[in-house]
């Protein structure tokens, strides 16, 4: 039975409260996150590393040879150049689009950070059009802010 996103939001502040490794946490919410929405065909972590390139994280779907994309290449990485989510209802109609399947038809990315700092980014690809509307946007919104919780605590100064 798939956890709601209601359900998944708290598992994920549980361990993000106890200090659970980020590692677990991202395949975590990947993993179940996935299993939120029948639409959603591939469902992954891109994190922004300091040369500015986004590198692949746990992911649920097909393999993809998108593994490294540098920030204004893709959906993925005009997301960050522009330090903006991104619903792009018909793939066809993106420029800029870096397919990982021929069967994808609309993506959602949706921005890891608080504040000014980008940690990374959920990415969300389905064959069906149009597939994310805005309530499904708000869910994986409120699922990026608790995992930037959990960047922002990894990046917290130890205690003295
Ligand atoms: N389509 C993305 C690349 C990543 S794959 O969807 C997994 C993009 O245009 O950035």
Same mark, same amino acid.
């Given at each position: 039975?798939?956890? !709601?996103?209601?359900? @998944? #939001?708290?598992? &994920? +502040?549980? &361990?993000?409260? +106890?200090?659970? %490794? @980020? =590692?677990?946490?991202l /395949?975590?919410a990947v993993?179940?996150?996935?299993?939120?929405? %029948?639409?959603?065909?591939?469902?992954g972590i891109y994190e @922004?590393?300091?040369?500015? #390139?986004?590198?692949l994280g746990p992911f *649920?779907?097909?393999?993809?040879?998108?593994?490294?994309?540098?920030?204004?290449? +893709? $959906?993925?990485?005009?997301?960050?150049?522009?330090?903006?989510?991104?619903?792009?209802?018909? *793939?066809?109609?993106?420029?800029?689009? &870096?397919?990982? =399947?021929?069967?994808?038809?609309? /993506?959602? *990315? $949706? @921005?890891i =950070?608080? +504040? /000014?700092?980008?940690?990374a980014q959920i990415d969300?690809? !389905?064959?069906?059009?149009?597939?994310?509307?805005?309530?499904? $946007?708000?869910? #994986?919104?409120? *699922?990026?802010? #608790?995992?930037?919780?959990?960047?922002?605590?990894? /990046?917290?100064?130890? %205690?003295?």
């Amino acid at each position: 039975m798939p956890m !709601s996103i209601d359900e @998944l #939001v708290e598992r &994920l +502040g549980c &361990l993000v409260a +106890g200090h659970a %490794p @980020l =590692s677990t946490i991202l /395949e975590i919410a990947v993993r179940e996150l996935h299993q939120t929405n %029948p639409r959603f065909d591939w469902t992954g972590i891109y994190e @922004l590393f300091p040369d500015n #390139v986004l590198r692949l994280g746990p992911f *649920v779907g097909a393999p993809t040879d998108h593994t490294f994309i540098g920030v204004g290449d +893709g $959906v993925c990485g005009t997301a960050v150049a522009q330090r903006r989510n991104i619903n792009v209802p018909d *793939v066809r109609d993106f420029d800029n689009y &870096l397919a990982c =399947s021929a069967d994808t038809r609309s /993506e959602l *990315v $949706v @921005l890891i =950070s608080t +504040g /000014e700092t980008i940690f990374a980014q959920i990415d969300i690809d !389905s064959h069906c059009i149009a597939a994310f509307d805005e309530q499904t $946007v708000r869910d #994986v919104e409120r *699922v990026a802010a #608790v995992l930037a919780d959990a960047y922002a605590y990894r /990046e917290a100064p130890a %205690p003295p």
